[in-house]
């Protein structure tokens, strides 16, 4: 293992709310990276969507990180973090990406260069990568027009690398060959399939709890707590 490339994984999106299926993207995706014995994950991360995402139900931010929180309790690798969820305005994922890759770097230790002693002679050693985590569907949505910029796409894919994850209903490799920057990048586009196929999503979820149906084994047991508590996503709620 201490030949591989290192590699942090960011996950970026609503997390409204967080469910076990995107838990279970970070294990897939470390999996996958693991088997091609390139790379070593050393990390993740959880990046809720800043509220003027002004996506339709989507709660404050503060609650969603909070479940991230209580959610990932059980983990040992994964982390939620607020940043983007605490800026003044909603941050394009590309942002995203470099806000947490200079983070990286920056919390990377000085090494003395060759000339120590001479001022700027410090240099940092090597910092891991940092790849943009996502299921299949959010793949798709680089087809859609005017939703993402071509410039933004290609530094995604260029400069950090995506992991996909498989989902039911979609052709990632379909998706590839179907976007001219995401074929002349696909070397760094890894496909990992998840080997139980479940449609569980957030939608679903906040459907759910507003009829008042069970949600019991689709979210962490602390965060359907946390939902209960601030009567969150029920017909009632605001």
């Known amino acids: 293992m201490k030949s591989r490339i290192p590699v942090v994984l960011l996950a970026c999106g609503s997390f409204n709310p967080i469910t076990n299926m995107h838990l279970r993207l970070f294990e897939v995706a470390r999996d996958h990276l693991h088997q091609t014995g390139l790379y070593q994950v050393i ?23 909070a479940m991230a929180r209580l959610a990932l309790q059980t983990s040992d690798w ?24 200079s983070e990286l770097l920056r919390s990377l230790p000085q090494t003395e260069g060759p000339d120590h002693g001479r001022a700027g002679s410090t240099a940092r050693t090597a910092g891991p990568e940092l790849k943009l985590l996502c299921g299949a569907d959010v793949l ?5 027009p005017n939703l993402w910029k071509d410039a933004h796409v290609q530094e995604i894919v260029e400069k950090f690398g995506i992991v996909c994850v498989s989902r039911t209903g979609h052709n ?25 196929q479940n449609e569980l999503s957030s939608t679903y979820v906040r459907q759910a709890l507003s009829q ?8 962490p047991d602390a965060v359907i707590a946390y939902i209960k508590d601030h009567n969150l996503y029920t017909r009632d709620s605001s």
Do not use: C
């Not at 379909?174 to 586009?189: D, F, K, T, W």
């Not at 008042?212 to 979210?219: I, R, W």
């Open 78 to 101: 994964v982390r939620v973090d607020p940043w983007e969820s605490e800026q003044v305005q909603w941050m394009e994922t590309v942002k995203v990406l470099r806000h947490h890759h």
């Open 140 to 144: 798709k949505t680089f087809q859609t």
């Open 212 to 219: 008042g149906h069970s949600v019991k084994y689709l979210l």
């Open 172 to 196: 990632p490799k379909e998706y590839i060959s179907g976007s001219p920057i995401l074929h002349r990048y696909r070397h760094n586009i890894h496909l990992a399939r998840e080997p139980v």
């Open 43 to 65: 990390g993740g991360i959880i990046s809720p969507v800043n509220d003027n995402y002004r996506k339709k139900d989507l709660v404050a931010a503060h609650h969603r990180v």
